[in-house]
């Protein structure tokens, strides 16, 4: 007997076809798992980057245009990650099940979409960094096996009427059962691979092991008052838990103080390689400075405030003989992002260094242990390489780092930014005195003044915290004598070369957003 689609139509409408289609449905989702399960695992064997899930969603990230990472970023904030992956399972969980509804012992279409899966999962872990045709090995045999449950597994699923012959139906307990060790299976290997891909790493036990180094050149004490101390403002140091996160990093790079090493190449008149001996020979400082991505929105809070402890750049630029016509350092991390930071700024003066701890702790993986870079002044995209491993001293004429390449500026300095705190958004707001405050930054010239007015009237000469340097943001206060009715706050900065924040409304992409931060509050 040949099925036809009119016949599963027809028997669709069955409780028991219905209740096939689900099993089938089933059958297709678990085969789907344990491709991932066996690719997961598999993984631990050749790079934690082979995976295919991983390899899919990486190599996602790396392909999508500029404005799919804007809204990304603007929409899932902080959580683009997470969103990634729900989307990729969803999307994968669909096709699986589709794949299960369609599976015949004789017309594998099923199969077909698990090898088209795996096709796509080939390409992307073979896109990966440093990759080799062994990358595609997780995925392949992953695909194998799956196939081969997917088969067992909708055949065990398949109703009396639907096969060929009457004894090719398995009771619906064998189904289950072997559908529940499959699922199993599955798990147990994904889970045992991520466990063993993070322990091969042994990242875990070197950062615990990490002595942060002392600094003799201290950051200076951060004087009372810098911190306003406003319940609902931002505090004037970030803690590492609530710090930003931004890269294109699905899977956090672990290295340990052992594997990383620093290669400086390119226009240089000595080459070096710095191992971690090397970097921590040299004396380290502390500095309190201010990071911030350019693809802040007005009002955002991608910017956050911590105390370094790290190696001045400088010095490394001065030892290795940078070339005059240099003017490019072409910082790679481990997993190939790239940044092109100006030498001219490495070398002005400013406090450009090679971090390796963060408030007092190693730097948190996701925040580039063991070794990352901060510099003032120029946003994280063209200066901020975390995970460093390698430094190519170039011209901006001949190579483009990896924003660049997708459509932002070469150059990134930090635009002058205000924000308001507090109140929050349409908070309930007395009649009377009403306490605002909130941020400002415009990091290596520093704040000069933060004004706000209300419905577009007088500018106002807000209170402002005592300055921290020149590289931190300063806070601000601003009392308000708040009348009844709808009202709009807005604020602006005026950084110390006398520029003012610019008005006119322009997104992150190329050099970060313009704009007044407006917030609006009905007082009653
Ligand atoms: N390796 C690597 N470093 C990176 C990035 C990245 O994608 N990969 N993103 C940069 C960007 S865009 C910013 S804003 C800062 C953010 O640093 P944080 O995550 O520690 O806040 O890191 C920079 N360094
Ligand atoms: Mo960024």
Same mark, same amino acid.
């Given at each position: 007997m040949?099925?036809?689609?009119?016949?599963?139509h027809?028997?669709?409408?069955t @409780?028991?076809?219905?209740?096939?289609?689900?099993s089938?449905?089933?059958?297709?989702?678990? =085969?789907?798992?344990v491709?991932?399960?066996?690719?997961?695992?598999l993984s631990?064997l050749?790079?934690?980057?082979?995976?295919?899930?991983? !390899?899919?969603?990486?190599?996602?990230?790396?392909?999508?245009?500029?404005?799919?990472r804007?809204?990304?970023?603007?929409?899932?904030g902080? $959580?683009?990650?997470p969103?990634?992956?729900?989307?990729?399972?969803?999307?994968?969980?669909?096709?699986a099940?589709?794949a299960?509804?369609?599976?015949?012992?004789r017309?594998?279409?099923?199969?077909?979409?698990?090898?088209?899966?795996?096709?796509?999962?080939?390409?992307?872990?073979?896109?990966?960094?440093?990759?080799?045709w062994v990358?595609?090995?997780p995925?392949?045999?992953?695909?194998?096996?799956?196939?081969?449950?997917?088969?067992?597994?909708?055949?065990?699923a398949q109703?009396?009427?639907?096969? +060929?012959?009457?004894?090719? &139906?398995?009771?619906?307990?064998?189904?289950?059962l072997?559908?529940?060790?499959?699922?199993?299976?599955?798990? /147990?290997?994904?889970?045992?691979?991520?466990?063993?891909?993070?322990?091969?790493?042994? !990242?875990?036990?070197?950062?615990?092991?990490? =002595?942060?180094?002392e600094p003799?050149?201290? !950051?200076?004490?951060?004087?009372?008052?810098?911190?306003?101390?406003?319940?609902? /403002?931002?505090?004037?140091?970030?803690?590492?838990?609530?710090?930003?996160?931004?890269?294109?990093?699905?899977?956090?790079?672990?290295?340990? #103080? %052992?594997? &990383?090493q620093?290669?400086?190449?390119?226009?240089?008149?000595?080459?070096?390689?710095?191992?971690?001996?090397?970097l921590?020979?040299?004396?380290?400082?502390?500095?309190?400075?201010?990071l911030?991505?350019?693809s802040?929105?007005?009002?955002g809070?991608?910017a956050?405030?911590?105390? &370094?402890?790290?190696? @001045?750049?400088?010095?490394?630029?001065?030892?290795v003989?940078?070339?005059?016509?240099? +003017?490019?350092?072409?910082?790679?991390?481990? %997993? %190939?992002?790239?940044?092109?930071?100006?030498?001219?700024?490495?070398? +002005?003066?400013?406090? !450009?260094?090679?971090?390796?701890?963060? $408030?007092?702790? @190693?730097?948190?993986?996701e925040?580039?242990?063991p070794?990352?870079?901060?510099?003032?002044?120029?946003?994280?995209?063209?200066?901020?390489?975390?995970?460093?491993?390698?430094?190519?001293? #170039?011209?901006?004429?001949?190579?483009e780092?990896?924003?660049?390449?997708?459509g932002?500026?070469?150059?990134?300095?930090i635009k002058?930014?205000?924000?308001? %705190?507090? @109140?929050?958004?349409f908070a309930?707001?007395?009649?009377?005195?009403?306490?605002?405050?909130?941020?400002?930054?415009?990091?290596?010239?520093?704040i000069?003044?933060?004004?706000?007015r209300?419905?577009?009237?007088?500018w106002?000469?807000?209170?402002?915290?005592?300055?921290?340097?020149v590289?931190?943001w300063?806070?601000?206060? &601003?009392?308000?004598q708040? #009348?009844?009715?709808?009202?709009?706050?807005?604020?602006?900065?005026?950084?110390?070369?006398?520029?003012?924040?610019?008005?006119?409304?322009?997104?992150?992409?190329p050099?970060?957003?313009?704009?007044?931060?407006?917030?609006?509050?009905?007082?009653?």
């Amino acid at each position: 007997m040949t099925t036809t689609i009119g016949d599963r139509h027809e028997a669709a409408r069955t @409780p028991r076809r219905r209740r096939h289609l689900f099993s089938r449905a089933l059958a297709g989702v678990i =085969a789907a798992g344990v491709v991932l399960g066996v690719g997961e695992l598999l993984s631990v064997l050749i790079d934690p980057n082979s995976s295919p899930f991983y !390899a899919v969603g990486s190599t996602t990230v790396d392909r999508s245009p500029a404005f799919a990472r804007e809204f990304a970023i603007d929409t899932f904030g902080t $959580n683009d990650k997470p969103a990634l992956f729900v989307g990729m399972t969803i999307l994968i969980v669909l096709l699986a099940a589709v794949a299960g509804i369609v599976e015949r012992p004789r017309a594998p279409f099923g199969s077909a979409i698990l090898a088209a899966l795996g096709l796509v999962g080939v390409y992307a872990a073979t896109q990966r960094p440093s990759a080799t045709w062994v990358y595609a090995l997780p995925t392949v045999v992953g695909v194998v096996v799956g196939i081969a449950v997917l088969r067992v597994l909708t055949s065990a699923a398949q109703a009396p009427e639907d096969s +060929d012959a009457e004894d090719a &139906w398995l009771p619906r307990r064998t189904f289950l059962l072997l559908a529940a060790a499959a699922a199993a299976a599955a798990a /147990a290997a994904g889970a045992a691979g991520r466990y063993l891909g993070q322990q091969a790493a042994g !990242a875990l036990d070197n950062r615990r092991a990490f =002595a942060v180094p002392e600094p003799t050149d201290k !950051a200076a004490p951060i004087a009372a008052g810098t911190d306003i101390g406003v319940p609902g /403002a931002t505090p004037f140091v970030t803690s590492n838990e609530e710090f930003y996160r931004i890269d294109t990093a699905l899977r956090v790079p672990r290295l340990t #103080t %052992d594997d &990383w090493q620093l290669r400086i190449h390119g226009m240089v008149d000595r080459e070096l390689t710095l191992n971690w001996d090397a970097l921590v020979a040299r004396t380290p400082i502390e500095r309190v400075i201010t990071l911030t991505c350019v693809s802040n929105e007005v009002g955002g809070n991608l910017a956050g405030n911590a105390t &370094w402890i790290g190696y @001045p750049i400088k010095d490394i630029l001065d030892e290795v003989g940078v070339h005059l016509d240099a +003017d490019m350092l072409l910082s790679t991390s481990s %997993d %190939d992002f790239t940044a092109g930071t100006p030498v001219e700024v490495l070398r +002005d003066g400013r406090d !450009a260094i090679l971090a390796v701890a963060m $408030n007092g702790q @190693p730097l948190p993986f996701e925040h580039g242990y063991p070794v990352r870079q901060v510099v003032p002044g120029l946003y994280g995209y063209v200066s901020a390489t975390k995970w460093v491993v390698d430094w190519e001293f #170039t011209r901006f004429d001949k190579a483009e780092a990896y924003w660049t390449k997708r459509g932002w500026s070469a150059e990134g300095p930090i635009k002058t930014a205000s924000r308001i %705190d507090v @109140p929050a958004p349409f908070a309930p707001t007395l009649p009377g005195s009403v306490l605002v405050a909130g941020t400002a930054w415009a990091q290596h010239r520093g704040i000069e003044k933060v004004e706000v007015r209300v419905d577009n009237g007088e500018w106002q000469t807000a209170t402002l915290a005592p300055e921290y340097t020149v590289d931190t943001w300063r806070q601000w206060t &601003w009392e308000w004598q708040a #009348t009844s009715g709808l009202h709009t706050l807005q604020v602006r900065a005026t950084d110390l070369d006398g520029n003012i924040q610019v008005e006119e409304r322009t997104p992150p992409i190329p050099g970060g957003a313009t704009g007044w931060h407006t917030r609006s509050f009905t007082v009653s």
